[in-house]
């Protein structure tokens, strides 16, 4: 099964990602983890995208295009996949349809700006080993410092209040449109599920199997 994932930075996506992955045993592949990954890594990828990703816009679409193609060349794909974070565009969309990739459906995970500016901004990971956290939802044991390797916590350059209002105006933008190009196909469905982790990993279930 192949399948995509459509929401806002800050939608949930990554965890609904991994509901999918347990249930379907198939890879969740994030555009965004990967060019962290090139980032930290300090290659020719990483360098190239790093000045868009700080100022919460996209990473040119050759770029992103190109690292997909690799990535779903791997074994692990030949069953299935998830993609979180591609396509965001309507020129990635249509390459996506000309590599000849059959796409079974895909789910958008609708939650309200304010939600996600909350989300966001208060948002804290671990500079080591990339534990996630959050100031009010779920704090770490000493404030400040992760649970796991005892080092600390920080914001990320993305996660700045300014920062998130541009990246929710370039998604409102540039990836809404996609929500017509899949309805078009027949492909779209929508979550609107998002009050806890279980009741949101739900209703992204519900809606792959069309119990929705």
């Known amino acids: 099964m192949n399948?995509?994932?459509?929401?806002?930075?800050?939608?949930?996506?990554?965890?609904?990602?991994?509901?999918?992955?347990?249930?379907?045993?198939?890879?969740?592949?994030?555009?965004?983890?990967?060019?962290?990954?090139?980032i930290k890594n300090g290659d020719e990828l990483g360098l190239k995208a790093k000045s868009y990703m700080d100022s919460g816009k996209l990473v040119p679409d050759e770029v992103v295009i190109g690292i997909l193609k690799e990535r779903l060349k791997s074994d692990d794909c030949k069953e299935g996949f998830v993609l979180d974070g591609f396509p965001r565009t309507l020129p990635q969309a249509e390459a996506l349809d000309k590599m000849k990739i059959n796409i079974d459906k895909v789910v958008e995970i609708n939650v309200p700006d304010e939600v996600i500016l909350e989300r966001l901004s208060g948002r804290r990971v671990c500079e080591k080993c990339g534990a996630t956290y959050h100031i009010?939802?779920?704090k770490p044991k000493v404030e400040g410092v992760c649970d796991f390797c005892k080092e600390k916590l920080v914001r990320r350059k993305d996660d700045n209040v300014e920062t998130i209002k541009d990246r929710l105006k370039v998604f409102h933008d540039q990836t809404e449109p996609l929500k017509e190009y899949y309805l078009a196909q027949n492909k779209l469905c929508v979550v609107t599920e998002y009050g806890s982790v279980e009741s949101s990993r739900k209703a992204t279930l519900d809606a792959i199997r069309g119990n929705i």
Do not use: V
């Not at 459509?6 to 939608?11: D, F, I, K, M, N």
């Open 136 to 138: 009010q939802n779920k």
């Open 3 to 38: 399948l995509i994932l459509l929401g806002a930075p800050g939608a949930g996506k990554g965890t609904q990602a991994e509901a999918i992955c347990k249930e379907y045993h198939i890879p969740a592949i994030s555009t965004g983890n990967i060019l962290r990954e090139a």
